[in-house]
């Protein structure tokens, strides 16, 4: 390399693309999970709605590094199933166990 050659850089989007945008492009959260963005975007998005909660400001980093946080806590998946289906069940059984809570909550006032 000489010091005559110039060189270029060209700037990317973000993971996701701006702000909120995760919703419309899975892409990030699909590719961490292994998972396929048209069959299991139903999965993607409950996984991404438990996430972010009420929070306004979430980005996909943020979503990225909870999954990841869970995911480390749950170990590896047994041969059969899928990161994206161990995540998703995990979510589920929390989202019930909230429910009940609330229930049992209501009932002691």
């Given at each position: 390399?000489?010091?005559?050659?110039?060189?270029?850089?060209?700037?990317?989007?973000?993971?996701?693309?701006?702000?909120?945008?995760?919703?419309?492009?899975?892409?990030?959260l699909?590719?961490f999970?292994?998972?396929d963005?048209s069959?299991d975007?139903?999965?993607?998005?409950?996984?991404a709605d438990?996430f972010?909660?009420?929070?306004?400001e979430f980005?996909?980093?943020?979503l990225?590094?909870?999954v990841?946080h869970?995911e480390?806590?749950?170990?590896t998946?047994?041969?059969?199933e899928?990161?994206?289906?161990q995540?998703l069940?995990?979510v589920t059984?929390?989202?019930q166990?909230?429910s009940?809570?609330?229930?049992r909550?209501?009932?002691?006032?």
């Amino acid at each position: 390399m000489g010091g005559d050659e110039a060189v270029t850089v060209e700037f990317k989007t973000p993971i996701g693309g701006s702000l909120g945008s995760f919703v419309h492009d899975n892409s990030p959260l699909a590719g961490f999970l292994h998972a396929d963005r048209s069959s299991d975007l139903d999965k993607l998005s409950t996984i991404a709605d438990f996430f972010r909660g009420d929070q306004k400001e979430f980005t996909d980093i943020d979503l990225l590094q909870a999954v990841r946080h869970i995911e480390a806590r749950l170990g590896t998946p047994t041969i059969n199933e899928r990161r994206v289906d161990q995540v998703l069940r995990y979510v589920t059984i929390q989202k019930q166990m909230d429910s009940l809570e609330k229930e049992r909550d209501a009932l002691l006032r």
